[in-house]
């Protein structure tokens, strides 16, 4: 019986789905075990060979865990929500809904198509009203929410009221917008649209104004990475900086948090220090000088030490003070710089290398030495960092030498003496020695002497700065989450809240999305809901007026908690029940791509860290273990037109000639050899094409770069599996090279692992034979061959080195069809080993086998020591340093045995031409030398 791959396959997926062998309860007397893939978003484009990578090492674990007798949730969803939907809609005049479900269908086919162990009774869609019910719900606790700086710790508002009316906020200040300093007295004076305002500046979900980059064309607000020189990186449309109403997460208050709780997590070092520099905490000083128009002009240092060098100060050409503090005769010249700049993202400010600025005519005064110190504006200045201002050290810092050097600015050491060499930072170790104030001192004490004076004078003040801002979490378009907020006189109010008064049915989660026959945007910038009048404007209960909110929530909002929802998906009264949540705990094994380090991992742990807070889980950090997959990068092809022409000449040609290089649909594509007749047919503008060939055949040029429709070099997962077979497939994407390690795709190598698969299926049937499996006893050298597979593949599948488990069943099943190995006590457990990793040919040959239920809830099987351990040692025996032959000893034979079995031996005879050793060198484990 031959592998007849296709068949199987079917008869399996057949079995499981009868047997409902994945699906998995919240109770268990088993220990838990949670594998998650970061979810998809579902395009139109379906999955590519490079996409189901990190899905097959999540597979095989998961499946590996439950053989080892863990209760495994292992489950998939949808990331459904989002622009490229909306987008599509609106090039298409299809509806998101539409389209998102028929892409999800898709997706689900080739999943299933590929053999995932996954409990579709747990399919979470961030679009369903029965999700994104619950992430509105989310959304209230955050609106519903401060942090209190004392307890480190999220804290209902209810609490922040009740300090506010018995002490006012003396001891609580305000992180958002400064509302002063007030007492319980003028607390209880408030009327209700001023008390809402203050606590608008203390919630963990706030409305705010903000300059945000609105694109037209796309009716939304895009982020700082999303425009590239001036215009969407979507579509290259034009982009303007417009000051909006937005919604923000208060995240920089768990920026401590979030830093300190990394070292608890088992992530790559490289990951956890990308949201360490995010984060970017820094200890230092905000001081304060003043204009000599009496402006107060706050800068951020991290080296107050280094005062005396200061030469000039920079300020971001957009903060508040450049219009205020330039003088007239450069205002033309400030306002052209100012409008240039606006044009240009955060992203590419920071990137940029030529520089740029321009003075303000402005000088401000030292606030140590009193020496006038120019101020200029500059690109490399941004206003959300810090505060947005800079004292300049040209001596010791390269960017601002290049700045003092490129404006002819006069540069001085760092303590206020002329300069002229390169800029250089000072070691933190080494002693100043040049300076009457600080002489003598090291960097630390320096720095300490210069605060403590300017403290003394109300000019400086010990300050804690981090990178990190809070995350807009607005978007001016339709397909998103609404938010469950509505305005009465312009004040922002939770539906649920009773205030607004809103009759009960408008009350109650979800506040569910309306059809719109257009994605439009509404007007003065905000999002398409806006034109939705009779769902915008509601009355309530008392025959008022209320505006519902018209944005809508990000992409990430419904995969800031979507782990959580698969614990307990069907659940209608809360977002997860707490046994299930108690039960499930953290997230075992996170796999997923980096793009996602400082974004979607950034506010999953701020959600989870608030809902621990708030008494919702019991664990305050999602993701235990995150392993990042690399990528399975396309292998590109070209063909090479001469130019004016219709003929293509082939690789090793084209030299000869002038040519147009075009890349070609890898689908016509034989390793290189083009099928010049698809190639004809393809597109119209070839159907005439002539060909120069190589030796009667057209050879493409070749190129590695990553898989993209636009590149026709995407390989389709179903077409592979069509022709090799899932198990091929599956066991081929892990035998390419280490999970994180990106690589090309090569369909010529699949053949090897196929091959494979048919050798380890004739352990078990021959195609003559059938059946051939035998009830014979296994030999010590077969066991031994088992044995050590077992033990390789055990550790090498918790190490996530499934490159390697893959080359070590080939040298297994190699040594088993050396020694026409076909008994059952051999193979029995190598079906049970190999099933995490082909489990459509495992699960046959179990049944095959006789055995009960399914491979899938088999035991992985136990190594045993005596067959692993090695008890002789094979010896090179060197004649004069040179080997001349090999023989094999117990490792606890004795040396004076050893030695006659030595000079005993026939080959050894030979090499000794009858002379006798002068010395018998033996070396216990390793070699054996005989000096003549």
Same mark, same amino acid.
């Not at 080296?303 to 200061?310: A, H, N, Q, S």
């Not at 499930?584 to 791509?593: A, K, P, R, S, T």
């Not at 049944?847 to 351990?869: D, M, R």
């Given at each position: 019986?031959?592998? *007849?791959?296709?068949?199987?396959?079917?008869? !399996?997926? +057949?079995?499981?789905?009868?047997?409902?062998? %994945?699906?998995?309860? *919240?109770?268990?007397?088993?220990p838990?075990?949670?594998?998650?893939?970061?979810?998809?978003?579902?395009?139109?484009?379906?999955?590519?060979?490079?996409?189901?990578?990190?899905?097959?090492?999540?597979?095989?674990?998961?499946?590996? +865990? @439950?053989?080892?007798?863990?209760?495994?949730?292992?489950?998939?969803?949808?990331?459904?929500?989002?622009?490229?939907?909306?987008?599509?809609?609106?090039?298409?005049?299809?509806?998101?809904?539409?389209?998102?479900?028929?892409?999800?269908?898709?997706?689900?086919?080739?999943?299933?198509?590929?053999?995932?162990?996954?409990?579709?009774?747990r399919?979470?869609?961030?679009?369903?009203?029965?999700? %994104?019910?619950?992430?509105?719900?989310?959304?209230?606790?955050?609106?519903?929410? #401060?942090?209190?700086?004392?307890?480190?710790?999220?804290?209902?508002?209810?609490?922040?009221?009740?300090?506010?009316?018995?002490?006012?906020?003396?001891?609580?200040?305000?992180?958002?917008?400064?509302?002063?300093?007030?007492?319980?007295?003028?607390?209880?004076?408030?009327?209700?649209?001023?008390?809402?305002?203050?606590?608008?500046?203390?919630?963990?979900?706030?409305?705010?104004?903000?300059?945000?980059?609105?694109?037209?064309?796309?009716?939304?607000?895009?982020?700082?990475?999303?425009?590239?020189?001036?215009?969407?990186?979507?579509?290259?449309?034009?982009?303007?900086?417009?000051?909006?109403?937005?919604? /923000?997460?208060?995240?920089?208050?768990?920026?401590?948090?979030?830093?300190? !709780?990394?070292?608890?997590?088992? #992530?790559?070092?490289?990951?956890?220090?990308?949201?360490?520099? #995010?984060?970017?905490?820094?200890?230092?000083?905000?001081?304060?000088?003043?204009?000599?128009?009496?402006?107060?002009?706050?800068?951020?240092?991290t080296?107050?030490?280094?005062?005396?060098?200061?030469d000039?100060?920079?300020?971001?050409?957009?903060?508040?003070?450049?219009?205020?503090?330039?003088?007239?005769?450069?205002?033309?010249?400030?306002?052209?710089?100012?409008?240039?700049? &606006?044009?240009? $993202?955060?992203?590419?400010?920071?990137?940029?290398?030529?520089?740029?600025?321009?003075?303000?005519?402005?000088?401000?005064?030292?606030?140590?030495?009193?020496?006038?110190?120019? @101020?200029?504006?500059?690109?490399?200045?941004?206003?959300?960092?810090?505060?947005?201002?800079?004292?300049?050290?040209?001596?010791?810092?390269?960017?601002?030498h290049?700045?003092?050097?490129?404006?002819?600015?006069p540069?001085?050491?760092?303590?206020?003496?002329?300069?002229?060499?390169?800029?250089?930072?000072?070691?933190?170790? @080494?002693?100043?020695?040049?300076?009457?104030?600080?002489?003598?001192? $090291?960097?630390?004490?320096?720095?300490?002497?210069?605060?403590?004076?300017?403290?003394a004078?109300?000019?400086?003040?010990?300050?804690?700065?981090?990178?990190?801002?809070?995350?807009?979490?607005?978007?001016?378009?339709?397909?998103?989450?609404?938010?469950?907020?509505?305005? +009465?006189?312009?004040?922002?109010?939770?539906?649920?809240?009773?205030?607004?008064?809103?009759?009960?049915?408008?009350?109650?989660?979800?506040?569910?999305?309306?059809?719109?026959?257009?994605?439009k945007?509404?007007?003065?910038?905000?999002?398409?809901?806006?034109?939705?009048?009779?769902?915008?404007?509601?009355?309530?209960?008392?025959?008022?007026?209320? &505006?519902?909110?018209?944005?809508?929530?990000?992409?990430?909002?419904?995969?800031?908690?979507?782990?959580?929802?698969?614990?307990d =998906?069907g659940?209608?009264?809360?977002?997860?029940?707490?046994?299930?949540?108690?039960?499930?705990?953290? @997230?075992?094994?996170?796999?997923?791509?980096?793009?996602?380090?400082?974004?979607?991992l950034?506010?999953?742990?701020?959600?989870?860290?608030?809902?621990?807070?708030?008494?919702?889980?019991?664990?305050?950090?999602?993701?235990?273990?995150?392993?990042?997959?690399?990528?399975?990068?396309?292998?590109?092809?070209?063909?090479?037109?001469?130019?004016?022409?219709?003929?293509?000449?082939?690789?090793?040609?084209k030299?000869?000639?002038?040519?147009?290089?075009?890349?070609?649909?890898?689908?016509?594509?034989?390793?290189?050899?083009?099928?010049?007749?698809?190639?004809?047919g393809?597109?119209?503008?070839?159907?005439?094409?002539?060909?120069?060939?190589?030796?009667?055949?057209?050879?493409?040029?070749?190129?590695?770069?990553?898989?993209?429709?636009?590149?026709?070099?995407v390989?389709?997962?179903?077409?592979?599996?069509?022709?090799?077979?899932?198990?091929?497939?599956?066991?081929?994407?892990? /035998?390419?090279?280490?999970?994180?390690?990106?690589?090309?795709?090569?369909?010529?190598?699949?053949?090897?692992?196929?091959?494979?698969?048919?050798?380890?299926?004739?352990? /078990?049937?021959?195609?003559?034979?059938?059946?051939?499996?035998?009830?014979?006893?296994? !030999?010590?050298?077969?066991?031994?061959?088992?044995?050590?597979?077992?033990?390789?593949?055990?550790?090498?599948?918790?190490?996530?080195?499934?490159n390697?488990?893959?080359?070590?069943?080939?040298?297994?099943?190699?040594?088993?069809?050396?020694?026409?190995?076909?008994?059952?006590?051999?193979?029995?457990?190598?079906?049970?080993?190999?099933?995490?990793?082909?489990?459509?040919?495992?699960?046959?040959l179990?049944?095959?086998?006789?055995?009960?239920?399914?491979?899938?809830?088999?035991?992985?099987?136990? #190594?045993?020591?005596?067959?692993?351990?090695?008890? $002789?040692?094979?010896? =090179?025996?060197?004649? *004069?340093?040179?080997?001349?032959?090999?023989?094999?000893?117990?490792?606890?034979?004795?040396e004076?045995?050893?030695?006659?079995?030595?000079?005993?031996?026939?080959?050894v005879?030979?090499?000794?031409?009858?002379?006798? =050793? +002068?010395?018998?060198?033996y070396?216990?484990?390793?070699?054996?030398?005989?000096?003549?």
């Open positions: 019986m031959e592998y *007849n791959f296709q068949q199987i396959e079917q008869d !399996s997926k +057949k079995r499981w789905e009868a047997q409902q062998v %994945y699906k998995v309860n *919240n109770t268990s007397s088993r838990k075990y949670y594998v998650l893939d970061m979810f998809p978003y579902p395009s139109g484009a379906g999955l590519h060979v490079g996409h189901p990578l990190g899905y097959i090492a999540s597979d095989i674990f998961a499946r590996y +865990k @439950v053989m080892k007798g863990f209760s495994v949730l292992h489950p998939m969803g949808f990331d459904a929500f989002g622009l490229p939907a909306e987008q599509y809609a609106l090039e298409t005049g299809q509806h998101p809904a539409v389209t998102t479900e028929k892409n999800i269908t898709r997706y689900k086919e080739q999943l299933d198509n590929i053999g995932f162990n996954y409990d579709w009774s399919e979470v869609n961030t679009s369903d009203p029965q999700y %994104y019910k619950w992430t509105q719900w989310i959304f209230l606790q955050l609106f519903k929410s #401060w942090f209190n700086r004392d307890t480190q710790k999220a804290e209902s508002l209810d609490t922040l009221i009740a300090i506010f009316e018995k002490e006012g906020n003396a001891g609580h200040a305000a992180p958002g917008n400064d509302t002063g300093t007030f007492t319980a007295e003028a607390w209880q004076a408030m009327g209700e649209s001023d008390r809402r305002h203050i606590l608008m500046q203390y919630r963990l979900a706030y409305l705010d104004h903000a300059v945000v980059w609105w694109c037209e064309a796309l009716g939304t607000v895009l982020a700082n990475d999303e425009v590239v020189n001036g215009v969407s990186e979507r579509g290259g449309h034009p982009v303007e900086r417009k000051k909006m109403r937005q919604w /923000f997460l208060r995240i920089t208050e768990y920026a401590d948090r979030l830093i300190d !709780s990394l070292d608890k997590l088992e #992530w790559s070092e490289a990951m956890k220090e990308m949201q360490r520099n #995010w984060i970017g905490r820094s200890e230092g000083a905000e001081l304060s000088f003043t204009t000599t128009g009496g402006q107060k002009i706050a800068v951020f240092t080296r107050p030490d280094t005062i005396f060098g200061v000039f100060l920079v300020l971001a050409p957009e903060h508040e003070l450049v219009s205020a503090i330039t003088t007239p005769e450069h205002q033309a010249e400030v306002t052209q710089y100012v409008t240039y700049v &606006k044009s240009r $993202s955060e992203r590419e400010r920071m990137a940029e290398k030529k520089i740029s600025g321009c003075f303000t005519g402005a000088y401000c005064l030292h606030p140590l030495s009193g020496r006038k110190i120019p @101020v200029w504006i500059s690109e490399y200045v941004l206003a959300g960092y810090g505060t947005g201002a800079i004292m300049a050290v040209p001596a010791g810092d390269d960017r601002d290049a700045f003092a050097r490129h404006f002819d600015i540069v001085t050491n760092i303590f206020g003496d002329l300069y002229t060499g390169e800029a250089a930072v000072s070691d933190k170790n @080494v002693t100043i020695t040049d300076s009457d104030f600080i002489s003598g001192l $090291s960097v630390k004490d320096a720095a300490a002497k210069v605060l403590e004076t300017l403290e004078k109300s000019l400086g003040t010990r300050r804690i700065n981090y990178r990190l801002r809070d995350a807009g979490f607005s978007r001016q378009r339709y397909w998103g989450e609404p938010f469950p907020i509505a305005y +009465k006189d312009n004040v922002p109010y939770a539906i649920d809240e009773e205030a607004l008064n809103l009759p009960e049915p408008m009350r109650r989660l979800p506040l569910e999305l309306p059809h719109v026959e257009h994605y945007p509404g007007p003065e910038g905000e999002g398409p809901l806006a034109n939705v009048t009779d769902w915008v404007l509601v009355t309530n209960n008392d025959g008022e007026i209320v &505006k519902r909110e018209t944005n809508t929530m990000p992409g990430y909002a419904g995969s800031s908690w979507y782990f959580l929802r698969y614990m =998906p659940n209608q009264q809360e977002f997860a029940s707490k046994d299930s949540t108690d039960y499930w705990n953290q @997230v075992d094994l996170y796999i997923g791509g980096t793009e996602h380090a400082v974004g979607h950034l506010y999953s742990r701020m959600w989870t860290k608030v809902l621990y807070d708030l008494g919702h889980l019991s664990f305050d950090e999602p993701f235990k273990r995150l392993v990042n997959q690399g990528m399975i990068q396309g292998s590109t092809r070209y063909v090479y037109r001469i130019n004016g022409t219709h003929t293509f000449v082939s690789q090793g040609l030299d000869q000639h002038l040519v147009d290089q075009i890349r070609v649909d890898v689908s016509m594509v034989d390793g290189v050899e083009l099928d010049t007749e698809a190639f004809k393809w597109r119209p503008e070839y159907a005439n094409a002539e060909f120069i060939l190589e030796n009667g055949k057209y050879i493409c040029g070749s190129e590695t770069e990553k898989m993209s429709k636009s590149k026709y070099n390989v389709n997962p179903d077409d592979i599996v069509a022709q090799y077979g899932a198990d091929t497939f599956r066991m081929y994407e892990m /035998f390419l090279g280490p999970i994180e390690m990106s690589k090309p795709w090569d369909t010529k190598g699949i053949e090897g692992v196929h091959r494979f698969l048919k050798k380890f299926w004739r352990l /078990f049937y021959d195609e003559q034979k059938g059946w051939i499996v035998t009830e014979e006893a296994a !030999s010590e050298a077969e066991l031994k061959v088992l044995h050590k597979t077992i033990k390789k593949i055990e550790s090498d599948t918790e190490r996530f080195s499934f390697t488990v893959v080359s070590q069943f080939m040298i297994c099943v190699n040594e088993l069809t050396d020694l026409n190995c076909h008994k059952r006590g051999i193979l029995d457990a190598l079906v049970r080993l190999i099933t995490p990793y082909a489990p459509h040919m495992a699960e046959a179990w049944q095959q086998l006789g055995n009960e239920g399914s491979v899938i809830h088999a035991l992985f099987p136990e #190594w045993e020591e005596k067959y692993v351990t090695e008890n $002789s040692k094979v010896y =090179p025996i060197a004649i *004069n340093g040179k080997p001349r032959t090999e023989l094999e000893f117990a490792l606890d034979a004795e004076a045995f050893i030695r006659a079995e030595v000079l005993a031996n026939e080959a005879q030979k090499w000794l031409e009858g002379k006798e =050793p +002068k010395k018998f060198i070396v216990k484990g390793r070699m054996i030398n005989v000096v003549v």
